[in-house]
Protein backbone atom coordinates (compact mmCIF):
# COMPACT_ATOMS: atom_id res chain seq x y z
CA UNK A 1 0.00 0.00 0.00
CA UNK A 2 3.22 2.25 1.39
CA UNK A 3 4.25 1.99 -2.28
CA UNK A 4 1.13 2.06 -4.44
CA UNK A 5 0.70 5.75 -2.22
CA UNK A 6 4.00 6.62 -3.20
CA UNK A 7 3.91 6.04 -6.88
CA UNK A 8 0.25 7.97 -6.96
CA UNK A 9 2.39 10.92 -5.24
CA UNK A 10 5.27 10.82 -7.20
CA UNK A 11 2.85 10.85 -10.51
CA UNK A 12 1.52 13.48 -9.31
CA UNK A 13 4.12 15.74 -8.61
CA UNK A 14 4.95 15.30 -12.22
CA UNK A 15 1.54 16.44 -13.61
CA UNK A 16 1.95 19.52 -11.42
CA UNK A 17 5.41 20.37 -12.72
CA UNK A 18 3.89 19.54 -16.13
CA UNK A 19 1.08 21.95 -15.82
CA UNK A 20 3.23 25.17 -14.02
CA UNK A 21 6.14 24.27 -16.61
CA UNK A 22 6.84 27.88 -17.78
CA UNK A 23 7.03 28.57 -21.37
CA UNK A 24 9.82 29.44 -23.83
CA UNK A 25 9.87 33.38 -23.25
CA UNK A 26 9.19 35.36 -26.43
CA UNK A 27 11.83 36.96 -28.61
CA UNK A 28 13.39 39.99 -26.59
CA UNK A 29 12.34 43.53 -28.50
CA UNK A 30 15.11 44.68 -30.68
CA UNK A 31 16.17 48.08 -29.88
CA UNK A 32 15.26 50.84 -32.78
CA UNK A 33 18.75 51.00 -33.93
CA UNK A 34 19.05 46.93 -33.55
CA UNK A 35 15.84 46.69 -35.94
CA UNK A 36 17.36 49.00 -38.78
CA UNK A 37 20.60 46.93 -38.14
CA UNK A 38 18.61 43.67 -39.33
CA UNK A 39 17.02 45.23 -41.89
CA UNK A 40 20.44 46.90 -43.62
CA UNK A 41 22.47 43.41 -43.56
CA UNK A 42 20.31 42.30 -45.60
CA UNK A 43 21.33 44.59 -48.55
CA UNK A 44 24.68 43.79 -47.45
CA UNK A 45 23.65 39.82 -47.92
CA UNK A 46 22.32 39.94 -51.08
CA UNK A 47 24.98 42.64 -52.60
CA UNK A 48 27.79 40.35 -51.63
CA UNK A 49 25.41 36.94 -53.54
CA UNK A 50 25.05 38.81 -56.76
CA UNK A 51 29.43 39.48 -56.29
CA UNK A 52 30.05 36.03 -55.98
CA UNK A 53 27.43 34.99 -58.63
CA UNK A 54 28.86 37.47 -61.27
CA UNK A 55 32.28 36.25 -59.91
CA UNK A 56 31.91 32.62 -60.74
CA UNK A 57 29.95 32.69 -63.65
CA UNK A 58 32.38 34.58 -65.44
CA UNK A 59 34.39 31.78 -65.21
CA UNK A 60 31.99 29.54 -67.00
CA UNK A 61 33.05 30.30 -69.94
CA UNK A 62 36.73 29.32 -69.25
CA UNK A 63 35.49 26.12 -68.13
CA UNK A 64 32.15 24.81 -69.99
CA UNK A 65 33.45 23.21 -73.15
CA UNK A 66 30.19 22.48 -74.58
CA UNK A 67 30.71 24.66 -77.40
CA UNK A 68 27.78 27.10 -76.34
CA UNK A 69 29.74 29.91 -75.49
CA UNK A 70 29.67 32.98 -78.08
CA UNK A 71 30.05 36.41 -77.83
CA UNK A 72 27.20 37.22 -75.09
CA UNK A 73 30.21 36.50 -72.36
CA UNK A 74 30.88 39.58 -70.28
CA UNK A 75 34.01 41.39 -71.48
CA UNK A 76 35.50 41.86 -68.23
CA UNK A 77 35.10 40.62 -64.40
CA UNK A 78 34.13 43.77 -62.20
CA UNK A 79 33.38 40.82 -59.38
CA UNK A 80 36.89 39.49 -59.66
CA UNK A 81 38.41 37.74 -56.25
CA UNK A 82 35.08 37.72 -54.69
CA UNK A 83 34.37 34.32 -52.53
CA UNK A 84 37.60 33.05 -54.39
CA UNK A 85 38.71 30.65 -51.98
CA UNK A 86 35.73 28.10 -52.73
CA UNK A 87 35.76 24.86 -54.25
CA UNK A 88 34.25 25.07 -57.61
CA UNK A 89 32.22 21.15 -59.37
CA UNK A 90 31.10 21.82 -62.48
CA UNK A 91 28.57 19.85 -64.39
CA UNK A 92 28.52 21.01 -67.56
CA UNK A 93 25.96 17.81 -68.95
CA UNK A 94 23.43 19.05 -65.77
CA UNK A 95 24.49 22.93 -66.02
CA UNK A 96 25.21 23.59 -62.52
CA UNK A 97 27.82 24.72 -60.74
CA UNK A 98 28.87 24.27 -56.97
CA UNK A 99 31.17 26.53 -54.42
CA UNK A 100 32.07 24.53 -51.59
CA UNK A 101 33.58 26.66 -48.90
CA UNK A 102 33.92 24.04 -46.53
CA UNK A 103 34.08 24.65 -42.52
CA UNK A 104 35.48 27.99 -43.42
CA UNK A 105 37.96 29.92 -45.44
CA UNK A 106 39.09 33.44 -46.28
CA UNK A 107 38.79 35.09 -49.47
CA UNK A 108 41.27 37.83 -50.64
CA UNK A 109 39.49 40.16 -49.28
CA UNK A 110 40.34 38.33 -45.54
CA UNK A 111 36.32 37.52 -45.32
CA UNK A 112 35.35 34.02 -43.94
CA UNK A 113 32.81 32.16 -46.10
CA UNK A 114 31.27 28.70 -45.11
CA UNK A 115 28.97 26.31 -46.55
CA UNK A 116 27.71 25.41 -50.22
CA UNK A 117 25.94 27.48 -52.88
CA UNK A 118 24.52 25.50 -55.59
CA UNK A 119 24.03 27.27 -58.89
CA UNK A 120 21.73 26.38 -61.84
CA UNK A 121 22.29 27.77 -65.26
CA UNK A 122 20.67 27.54 -68.24
CA UNK A 123 23.65 29.25 -70.85
CA UNK A 124 27.11 29.38 -69.65
CA UNK A 125 27.62 32.90 -70.89
CA UNK A 126 25.34 35.82 -70.11
CA UNK A 127 23.71 36.32 -72.89
CA UNK A 128 19.74 37.78 -72.39
CA UNK A 129 17.05 34.99 -71.14
CA UNK A 130 19.73 33.29 -69.53
CA UNK A 131 18.19 32.09 -65.84
CA UNK A 132 19.88 30.74 -62.56
CA UNK A 133 18.73 29.47 -59.49
CA UNK A 134 21.04 30.50 -56.89
CA UNK A 135 20.65 27.48 -53.65
CA UNK A 136 21.83 28.56 -49.91
CA UNK A 137 22.33 26.00 -47.46
CA UNK A 138 24.07 27.27 -44.30
CA UNK A 139 25.89 29.64 -46.23
CA UNK A 140 27.86 31.48 -43.89
CA UNK A 141 29.72 35.07 -44.97
CA UNK A 142 31.58 36.49 -41.93
CA UNK A 143 29.21 36.46 -38.29
CA UNK A 144 26.01 35.50 -40.50
CA UNK A 145 24.31 32.15 -41.89
CA UNK A 146 21.87 32.56 -45.06
CA UNK A 147 19.47 29.95 -45.99
CA UNK A 148 17.23 30.26 -48.52
CA UNK A 149 16.74 30.35 -52.94
CA UNK A 150 17.54 33.42 -55.14
CA UNK A 151 16.00 33.02 -59.22
CA UNK A 152 18.07 36.00 -61.08
CA UNK A 153 17.20 36.63 -64.80
CA UNK A 154 19.16 38.35 -67.91
CA UNK A 155 17.01 40.94 -69.15
CA UNK A 156 16.58 42.89 -72.52
CA UNK A 157 20.03 45.28 -72.59
CA UNK A 158 18.97 48.82 -71.77
CA UNK A 159 19.72 51.05 -74.91
CA UNK A 160 23.41 51.54 -74.79
CA UNK A 161 26.00 48.75 -75.06
CA UNK A 162 27.72 49.29 -71.72
CA UNK A 163 24.26 48.75 -69.85
CA UNK A 164 22.82 45.23 -68.33
CA UNK A 165 19.79 44.57 -67.01
CA UNK A 166 19.18 41.51 -63.78
CA UNK A 167 15.91 40.60 -62.59
CA UNK A 168 16.06 38.89 -58.98
CA UNK A 169 13.70 37.48 -57.04
CA UNK A 170 13.62 35.40 -53.82
CA UNK A 171 11.31 34.22 -51.30
CA UNK A 172 11.89 32.38 -47.55
CA UNK A 173 15.21 33.73 -47.14
CA UNK A 174 16.65 33.55 -43.71
CA UNK A 175 19.25 35.14 -41.92
CA UNK A 176 20.29 33.45 -39.11
CA UNK A 177 22.89 35.57 -36.76
CA UNK A 178 23.99 33.92 -33.25
CA UNK A 179 21.89 31.18 -32.41
CA UNK A 180 18.77 32.16 -32.73
CA UNK A 181 18.07 35.62 -34.30
CA UNK A 182 16.81 35.30 -37.58
CA UNK A 183 15.75 37.38 -39.60
CA UNK A 184 13.02 36.42 -42.79
CA UNK A 185 12.17 37.97 -46.03
CA UNK A 186 11.45 37.96 -49.57
CA UNK A 187 11.24 40.17 -52.21
CA UNK A 188 12.63 41.24 -55.52
CA UNK A 189 14.98 43.48 -57.52
CA UNK A 190 16.52 44.82 -60.57
CA UNK A 191 19.87 45.14 -61.16
CA UNK A 192 21.44 47.69 -64.03
CA UNK A 193 25.46 47.02 -64.32
CA UNK A 194 26.91 50.04 -66.19
CA UNK A 195 30.38 49.29 -67.22
CA UNK A 196 32.63 52.38 -67.84
CA UNK A 197 35.20 50.56 -70.30
CA UNK A 198 36.72 53.84 -71.63
CA UNK A 199 37.90 54.78 -67.31
CA UNK A 200 41.12 54.61 -66.18
CA UNK A 201 41.07 52.24 -63.98
CA UNK A 202 38.08 50.37 -65.55
CA UNK A 203 35.14 50.97 -63.35
CA UNK A 204 31.59 49.53 -62.90
CA UNK A 205 28.48 50.80 -61.31
CA UNK A 206 25.20 48.62 -59.95
CA UNK A 207 21.73 50.51 -59.88
CA UNK A 208 19.24 48.73 -57.74
CA UNK A 209 15.71 48.95 -57.07
CA UNK A 210 14.32 46.48 -54.80
CA UNK A 211 11.06 45.89 -52.92
CA UNK A 212 11.65 43.39 -49.48
CA UNK A 213 9.56 42.27 -46.80
CA UNK A 214 9.12 40.14 -44.19
CA UNK A 215 10.12 39.23 -40.24
CA UNK A 216 12.87 40.49 -37.57
CA UNK A 217 14.02 38.05 -35.18
CA UNK A 218 11.49 39.79 -32.26
CA UNK A 219 8.29 38.80 -34.53
CA UNK A 220 8.38 42.58 -35.82
CA UNK A 221 6.86 42.96 -39.55
CA UNK A 222 8.78 44.93 -41.84
CA UNK A 223 8.93 46.16 -45.68
CA UNK A 224 11.04 48.40 -47.32
CA UNK A 225 11.19 50.20 -50.85
CA UNK A 226 13.69 52.10 -52.93
CA UNK A 227 12.33 54.13 -55.98
CA UNK A 228 15.30 56.42 -56.95
CA UNK A 229 18.16 53.13 -57.10
CA UNK A 230 20.71 52.40 -54.85
CA UNK A 231 23.90 52.69 -56.21
CA UNK A 232 26.58 50.77 -55.61
CA UNK A 233 30.69 51.16 -56.75
CA UNK A 234 33.20 48.92 -58.30
CA UNK A 235 36.08 50.84 -56.29
CA UNK A 236 33.58 49.74 -53.02
CA UNK A 237 32.65 46.35 -53.76
CA UNK A 238 36.30 45.37 -55.39
CA UNK A 239 37.60 46.21 -51.74
CA UNK A 240 35.18 43.99 -50.30
CA UNK A 241 32.57 46.23 -49.13
CA UNK A 242 29.09 45.03 -50.03
CA UNK A 243 27.06 48.17 -49.43
CA UNK A 244 25.79 51.00 -51.31
CA UNK A 245 27.71 53.97 -52.10
CA UNK A 246 24.92 56.71 -52.74
CA UNK A 247 20.88 56.44 -52.34
CA UNK A 248 18.39 56.56 -50.00
CA UNK A 249 15.06 54.09 -49.33
CA UNK A 250 12.02 53.77 -47.29
CA UNK A 251 10.86 51.48 -44.97
CA UNK A 252 8.55 50.38 -42.28
CA UNK A 253 8.65 48.56 -39.11
CA UNK A 254 4.91 47.34 -37.75
CA UNK A 255 3.80 50.98 -37.64
CA UNK A 256 6.49 52.90 -37.73
CA UNK A 257 7.91 54.54 -40.85
CA UNK A 258 11.69 55.45 -41.41
CA UNK A 259 13.88 56.93 -44.02
CA UNK A 260 17.92 56.08 -45.27
CA UNK A 261 20.10 58.50 -46.63
CA UNK A 262 23.20 56.90 -48.10
CA UNK A 263 26.28 59.33 -48.72
CA UNK A 264 28.97 57.94 -47.14
CA UNK A 265 32.08 56.62 -49.34
CA UNK A 266 33.23 53.22 -49.28
CA UNK A 267 31.84 51.91 -45.82
CA UNK A 268 28.46 50.60 -43.62
CA UNK A 269 27.79 54.14 -42.16
CA UNK A 270 24.09 55.58 -42.83
CA UNK A 271 22.04 58.07 -42.07
CA UNK A 272 18.41 57.14 -40.21
CA UNK A 273 14.95 59.87 -39.65
CA UNK A 274 12.50 58.93 -38.04
CA UNK A 275 8.60 59.92 -39.32
CA UNK A 276 9.18 62.43 -36.28
CA UNK A 277 11.83 63.73 -38.10
CA UNK A 278 14.63 62.51 -35.55
CA UNK A 279 18.31 61.40 -36.96
CA UNK A 280 20.68 59.39 -36.03
CA UNK A 281 23.78 57.12 -37.74
CA UNK A 282 24.09 53.72 -37.84
CA UNK A 283 27.59 51.89 -38.34
CA UNK A 284 27.36 48.16 -39.63
CA UNK A 285 31.38 48.14 -39.36
CA UNK A 286 31.40 46.23 -36.71
CA UNK A 287 29.38 42.64 -38.40
CA UNK A 288 31.23 43.21 -41.93
CA UNK A 289 34.46 44.92 -41.73
CA UNK A 290 37.63 42.51 -41.68
Same mark, same amino acid.
Not at 20 to 26: G, S
Not at 114 to 123: E, M, P, Q
Not at 125 to 138: M, P, Q, V, W
Given at each position: ?6 ? !? ?37 ? $? ?18 ? %????? $?????? $????? %? ?11 ? &? ?6 ? /?????? /? ?12 ? !? ?16 ? +?????? %? ?10 ? /? ?5 ? !? ?14 ? &???? %? ?15 ? !? ?40 ? +? ?44
Amino acid at each position: MKTANTT !ALACLCLLVMACTKEADPPPTTLTEEASIREIAQIEVVL $HELEGLYFNHTYQLYLKDES %GRIDS $HRPEYN $HFAEI %GDCANLDLNTDQN &TLSLDFGE /GCEDNF /GQTRSGKISIDYTY !ADDRTGNKATISLKDYGF +QKLLVD %GEIQLERMADSP /GADLKNY !ALSFTDMVITQGTTNQ &TAFS %GNRTLVLTDFENATPRT !ATLNVIQSISGTLSDGSSFSKNTSNGLIFLSQCWSAGTYFPN +QGSESFRINNQSYSIDINSGCSYIFNVTTDSEERFEVNLSNSFSN
